[in-house]
């Protein structure tokens, strides 16, 4: 009895279990999904809240330098307006002194510049009454409100379309003591962005981030300008620490997320990617890429500038109050909200694992619990099936075994009233029928190998006649092959024959006649008929321009006979060529490819010439190469007559046709035959190289089959180009620089 594999009870199980597992997966799947878009959402509102909180409480600095500001500029205005013309002169002299470098400054005696503002007025500007009068204003403001903003500020100052300014600064009292006669404010960003030309709505604005030279801390500076009767007279401005800002940014965020700080312009306040140690000026997204100077904070890696370049530019194309950006190509959700003041971008941006893990985490738990239970379920299905299933079936197992010995006595178990019973009682009965049919297929078998035999000899002899039926039908190819090569070059041969006949019939023999028989008439008086006879004075350069003349028929004769003697040696070779077709070696020989090439232009120049075709050439000097110079000939004979059939759509002033020959690639050779004739449909650019197939009502379909044949024989291939019908078409030669070493041939 063989062993038994496999049971029906594991199978079922098997079976039973994948289709539950399955079921388990799906419910597993939708449980995901249905988790991942409730935990998505649910983190896509607290981002949102997180970036909306986040910003409030970041631009409250920045608004209340704004609102700082305009209580300045609205104090400043009333104490201008309360001068009128007054003179300042006399107290202008008590607090500020002029220095032997040129600049105006606080008298040292009476400054104390921790507790009150410094003035500096540079070299060169003097100070008018309407100055004066600017600056003492300035001066009793900052004195008043300037130790009130030092608590969130680290410094009040106000400058002057002169390059003056007053400041009061108690971490650095010396400063305007310090600084160059000829130190300037105007360049600075903080003063030129208040002018009218750069802030026409006369508010607010904001610098790019910068580091204090001396603490080496990042900064930005507001200012608002201060006009009086529509003239700008001075520019008001705070100096920020961002240090904080930064450090909250870069460190407190939400779990798995990370915040970014940047301008709309592009400049970069914070990101965690972004090493600001040691620089002293702005990264800015949009600036070119390439090598930066020390000055510029620098990226950890080239992914994280494109990485954020990305998000950058989801932000400033994103829709108007769509606060989440979902970038999928990054796995990253990016909730934005712009900060009040400065008007910057404050990002966070969440990674998608971050919501994905979550509801994964849940998903193992569901999957975990139906896998158990699958577990489970199909110990309590194995018991059942081997009790009910399995054992009913071994024992017909064993029956069959005993029947395929021969034996067909059966005693089974027919006493169940269930499928199994029948099946029991249905195999005893079949025991029988195969007992007695057994006996009646020997007795067919007998007569059955007799005619096995009469049958094997009728397929010998059909087999026999089929081989001697394809050997025919490969004759046949054979000589269509050779007739329709012959028959390209005998057209050849014909025109050269018919233009040589033409060009001996316009020779001048009757003339030649004349001439002689008059200088015989005037034989014995032939100098002086030659010298003074009219008739005579015509002989000598009638007998110049005849001989010039038959030099060069005789020239041309030369040529096509020349032609003649060529077409007729290759259509011998095209014979012998196609006797030696069948793989036999290959007779190698150094070529001139370009050479070629005119030889197969010469063949059918007559052709070319009849139908009106121009022919161009691009035809790169390459070194000889080694190969089979007669069937390359036939190939690029039979490819320039096709090209020629092509063009008689054309009209005849358009009929072109343009023969390149190039090095393609290592190794390779490539010779191109293009035309701007008919062109090839693309359902039959697959078909145009097989045996028979031709679009010419008088075309038999064998040349582009034998070229193709002869291309492969030669180590290349042979293929076509064309955009359709009537945008001409290109055929192709590929051939190796180096011949490939034929492998040998086969006998049946």
Same mark, same amino acid.
């Given at each position: 009895?063989?062993?038994i594999h496999s049971s029906l009870a594991r199978s079922t199980l098997i079976k039973m279990g994948v289709r539950i597992a399955?079921?388990?997966?799906?419910?597993?799947?939708?449980?995901?999904?249905?988790?991942?878009?409730?935990?998505?959402?649910?983190?896509?509102?607290?981002?949102?809240?997180?970036?909306?909180?986040?910003?409030?409480?970041?631009?409250?600095?920045?608004?209340?330098?704004?609102?700082?500001?305009?209580?300045?500029?609205?104090?400043?205005?009333?104490?201008?307006?309360?001068?009128?013309?007054?003179?300042?002169?006399?107290?202008?002299?008590?607090?500020?002194?002029?220095?032997?470098?040129?600049?105006?400054?606080?008298?040292?005696?009476?400054?104390?510049?921790?507790?009150?503002?410094?003035?500096?007025?540079? +070299?060169?500007?003097?100070?008018?009454?309407?100055?004066?009068?600017?600056?003492?204003?300035?001066?009793?403001?900052?004195?008043?409100?300037?130790?009130?903003?030092?608590?969130?500020?680290?410094?009040?100052?106000?400058?002057?379309?002169?390059?003056?300014?007053?400041?009061?600064?108690?971490?650095?009292?010396?400063?305007?003591?310090?600084?160059?006669?000829?130190?300037?404010?105007?360049?600075?960003?903080?003063?030129?962005?208040?002018?009218?030309?750069?802030?026409?709505?006369?508010?607010?604005?904001?610098?790019?981030?910068?580091?204090?030279?001396?603490?080496?801390?990042?900064?930005?500076?507001?200012?608002?300008?201060?006009?009086?009767?529509?003239?700008?007279?001075?520019?008001?401005?705070?100096?920020?620490?961002?240090?904080?800002?930064?450090?909250?940014?870069?460190?407190?965020?939400?779990?798995?997320?990370?915040?970014?700080?940047?301008?709309?312009?592009?400049?970069?306040?914070?990101?965690?990617?972004?090493?600001?140690?040691?620089?002293?000026?702005?990264?800015?997204?949009?600036?070119?890429?390439?090598?930066?100077?020390?000055?510029?904070?620098?990226?950890?890696?080239?992914?994280?500038?494109?990485?954020?370049?990305?998000?950058?530019?989801?932000?400033?194309?994103?829709?108007?109050?769509?606060?989440?950006?979902?970038?999928?190509?990054?796995?990253?959700?990016?909730?934005?909200?712009?900060?009040?003041?400065?008007?910057?971008?404050?990002?966070?941006?969440?990674?998608?694992?971050?919501?994905?893990?979550?509801a994964f985490q849940a998903a193992r738990y569901v999957l975990l619990f139906g896998v158990l239970s699958l577990l489970l379920?199909?110990?309590?299905?194995?018991?059942?099936?081997?009790?009910?299933?399995?054992?009913?079936?071994?024992?017909?197992?064993?029956?069959?075994?005993?029947?395929?010995?021969?034996?067909? +006595?059966?005693?089974?178990?027919?006493?169940?009233?269930?499928?199994?019973?029948?099946?029991?009682?249905?195999?005893?009965?079949?025991?029988?029928?195969?007992?007695?049919?057994?006996?009646?297929?020997?007795?067919?078998?007998?007569?059955?190998?007799?005619?096995?035999?009469?049958?094997?000899?009728?397929?010998?002899?059909?087999?026999?006649?089929?081989?001697?039926?394809?050997?025919?039908?490969?004759?046949?190819?054979?000589?269509?092959?050779?007739?329709?090569?012959?028959?390209?070059?005998?057209?050849?041969?014909?025109?050269?024959?018919?233009?040589?006949?033409?060009?001996?019939?316009?020779?001048?023999?009757?003339?030649?006649?004349?001439?002689?028989?008059?200088?015989?008439?005037?034989?014995?008086?032939?100098?002086?008929?030659?010298?003074?006879?009219?008739?005579?004075?015509?002989?000598?350069?009638?007998?110049?321009?005849?001989?010039?003349?038959?030099?060069?028929?005789?020239?041309?004769?030369?040529?096509?006979?020349?032609?003649?003697?060529?077409?007729?040696?290759?259509?011998?070779?095209?014979?012998?060529?196609?006797?030696?077709?069948?793989?036999?070696?290959?007779?190698?020989?150094?070529?001139?490819?370009?050479?070629?090439?005119?030889?197969?232009?010469?063949?059918?120049?007559?052709?070319?010439?009849?139908?009106?075709?121009?022919?161009?050439?691009?035809?790169?000097?390459?070194?000889?190469?080694?190969?089979?110079?007669?069937k390359v000939l036939m190939i690029l004979v039979n490819l320039i007559s096709n090209a020629k059939y092509a063009l008689e759509?054309?009209?005849?002033?358009?009929?072109?046709?343009?023969?390149?020959?190039?090095?393609?690639?290592?190794?390779?050779?490539?010779?191109?035959?293009?035309?701007?004739?008919?062109?090839?449909?693309?359902?039959?650019?697959?078909?145009?190289?097989?045996?028979?197939?031709?679009?010419?009502?008088?075309?038999?379909?064998?040349?582009?089959?034998?070229?193709?044949?002869?291309?492969?024989?030669?180590?290349?291939?042979?293929?076509?180009?064309?955009?359709?019908?009537?945008?001409?078409?290109?055929?192709?030669?590929?051939?190796?620089?180096?011949?490939?070493?034929?492998?040998?041939?086969?006998?049946?």
């Amino acid at each position: 009895m063989s062993r038994i594999h496999s049971s029906l009870a594991r199978s079922t199980l098997i079976k039973m279990g994948v289709r539950i597992a399955v079921i388990i997966a799906l419910s597993t799947l939708f449980s995901y999904l249905h988790m991942f878009n409730s935990l998505r959402a649910e983190a896509l509102v607290r981002l949102e809240g997180h970036v909306s909180e986040r910003s409030q409480r970041e631009q409250a600095i920045f608004v209340l330098a704004e609102d700082n500001q305009r209580l300045l500029r609205q104090v400043l205005t009333e104490r201008l307006q309360g001068l009128g013309q007054e003179d300042p002169g006399a107290r202008f002299d008590s607090l500020f002194q002029p220095l032997p470098d040129g600049s105006i400054r606080d008298r040292p005696e009476r400054f104390d510049g921790t507790k009150m503002p410094c003035v500096f007025i540079p +070299k060169g500007v003097q100070p008018d009454a309407a100055l004066r009068r600017t600056i003492l204003a300035s001066y009793d403001v900052l004195s008043q409100y300037g130790p009130a903003f030092l608590v969130r500020f680290k410094n009040t100052y106000i400058t002057f379309p002169s390059g003056a300014f007053v400041s009061f600064w108690p971490e650095k009292p010396a400063f305007c003591h310090e600084v160059e006669a000829t130190f300037s404010v105007l360049p600075f960003e903080l003063f030129s962005l208040s002018t009218p030309e750069h802030n026409a709505r006369r508010q607010p604005v904001w610098t790019g981030i910068f580091v204090e030279p001396t603490a080496k801390l990042w900064m930005v500076s507001a200012s608002t300008p201060v006009d009086v009767d529509g003239r700008h007279v001075a520019t008001i401005s705070h100096d920020i620490l961002l240090e904080e800002l930064m450090d909250r940014t870069l460190h407190n965020q939400l779990p798995g997320a990370y915040n970014i700080l940047f301008r709309d312009d592009g400049q970069v306040i914070a990101h965690p990617a972004l090493n600001m140690e040691g620089a002293t000026e702005g990264y800015n997204i949009l600036r070119p890429p390439g090598p930066r100077g020390d000055a510029t904070p620098k990226f950890s890696s080239e992914e994280e500038q494109v990485h954020l370049k990305n998000i950058f530019d989801r932000v400033k194309n994103r829709a108007p109050r769509e606060n989440v950006q979902e970038i999928p190509e990054q796995g990253e959700y990016a909730a934005i909200s712009v900060i009040r003041g400065p008007g910057w971008n404050f990002v966070t941006v969440l990674p998608e694992h971050q919501v994905t893990s979550a509801a994964f985490q849940a998903a193992r738990y569901v999957l975990l619990f139906g896998v158990l239970s699958l577990l489970l379920e199909l110990a309590i299905m194995y018991w059942v099936l081997r009790a009910q299933i399995t054992r009913p079936l071994l024992s017909l197992t064993q029956a069959t075994t005993t029947v395929a010995s021969g034996d067909f +006595k059966l005693q089974m178990d027919t006493s169940r009233e269930d499928e199994l019973g029948q099946l029991a009682q249905g195999f005893q009965l079949m025991a029988a029928e195969v007992q007695r049919r057994e006996e009646a297929l020997k007795q067919a078998n007998e007569g059955l190998e007799l005619r096995v035999e009469e049958r094997t000899l009728e397929l010998k002899q059909l087999h026999r006649k089929l081989l001697d039926t394809a050997r025919q039908v490969g004759r046949a190819e054979v000589a269509t092959n050779v007739l329709h090569n012959v028959g390209n070059v005998l057209n050849s041969v014909t025109t050269a024959a018919m233009l040589a006949r033409q060009r001996l019939t316009g020779l001048k023999f009757d003339r030649l006649s004349r001439v002689v028989s008059l200088c015989e008439q005037h034989q014995a008086d032939l100098a002086t008929f030659l010298t003074q006879d009219k008739r005579g004075q015509n002989v000598l350069p009638f007998l110049s321009r005849l001989g010039k003349h038959m030099q060069d028929e005789g020239q041309a004769l030369q040529v096509l006979m020349g032609d003649v003697s060529r077409h007729t040696e290759h259509i011998g070779a095209i014979v012998k060529l196609q006797q030696r077709y069948a793989r036999t070696p290959q007779l190698l020989e150094p070529v001139n490819l370009q050479e070629l090439v005119e030889d197969a232009l010469r063949i059918n120049l007559a052709a070319l010439g009849r139908h009106a075709v121009k022919v161009e050439r691009s035809l790169e000097p390459l070194p000889p190469v080694l190969t089979e110079k007669h069937k390359v000939l036939m190939i690029l004979v039979n490819l320039i007559s096709n090209a020629k059939y092509a063009l008689e759509a054309v009209p005849q002033d358009e009929r072109r046709m343009t023969l390149k020959l190039a090095r393609s690639s290592a190794g390779h050779i490539r010779i191109e035959v293009q035309d701007n004739g008919i062109g090839i449909a693309p359902d039959m650019q697959t078909r145009i190289f097989q045996y028979g197939f031709t679009t010419r009502e008088e075309g038999h379909g064998f040349g582009l089959h034998s070229s193709a044949l002869a291309a492969q024989e030669l180590g290349g291939s042979l293929s076509v180009q064309s955009e359709g019908v009537g945008q001409g078409a290109a055929f192709i030669l590929d051939l190796p620089a180096a011949p490939q070493r034929e492998s040998e041939p086969t006998h049946g």
